[in-house]
């Protein structure tokens, strides 16, 4: 798979790495980081200039966030109706929302990169629950630039090494992930105490 995918890319090189970005954050299922991870290398290599790289990579993230955000926002009922016709749809869509009610701006920042599966999902929630494109835009825009950020960076610095870099990010972003989820489960438990003490 990494051998096609980095032979696609010196092949269509910026426009791959657009559609690639855009096309993921419609939830399709397109290896995009590991698309990113190959133009930081190409970029490394001198094949494609760098800042063209991360630009490409984030204005295709960011125009599909606004695709799918707007897509919802404009056919709320019907789409949001079609939403939870499956369970597995309804479930994500909740989760979604409830890690945006919860959070706000900054559910929309980390399901960018942090726990970018649910990224998609917050940005039709974050239409379907009409959330201002005026809030919704900064902090998608933020998170974005992190997620291309840390993926064309890696690729950069690893050049020949895709799937080295690939895997240590992966466990990186896994740590962070984990560590996030323990410090949230010891602060809950610490309230959950103070509160029947």
Do not use: K
């Not at 039709?124 to 825009?141: D, K, N, Q, Y």
């Not at 972003?173 to 509160?195: D, I, K, N, Q, Y």
Request: glycine share 14%.
């Amino acid at each position: 798979m990494t051998d096609a995918l980095l032979a696609l890319v010196a092949v269509w090189g910026l426009p791959l790495i657009v559609v690639s970005t855009f096309l993921s954050c419609l939830a399709l299922p397109i290896p995009a980081s590991l698309v990113m991870l190959a133009g930081g290398a190409f970029a490394a290599s001198g094949d494609i200039a760098l800042w063209q790289t991360v630009l490409g990579a984030l204005t295709g993230a960011v125009a599909g966030d606004h695709a799918g955000y707007l897509a919802a926002r404009a056919s709320a009922g019907p789409f949001g109706r079609w939403m939870q016709t499956r369970p597995a749809r309804r479930e994500a869509l909740d989760r979604a929302r409830g890690f945006l009610d919860r959070r706000g701006g900054i559910a929309v920042f980390l399901s960018r990169w942090l726990v970018s599966p649910l990224g998609p999902w917050v940005n039709v929630a974050a239409g379907l629950s009409a959330m201002p494109l005026r809030c919704f835009t900064p902090w998608e825009i933020a998170g974005e630039a992190v997620w291309v950020t840390l993926y064309v960076g890696a690729g950069y610095a690893a050049a020949g090494r895709i799937e080295a870099a690939q895997a240590t990010l992966g466990n990186a972003l896994g740590m962070v992930a984990a560590g996030a989820g323990a410090a949230a489960l010891g602060w809950w438990l610490w309230h959950a105490g103070t509160a029947r003490g």
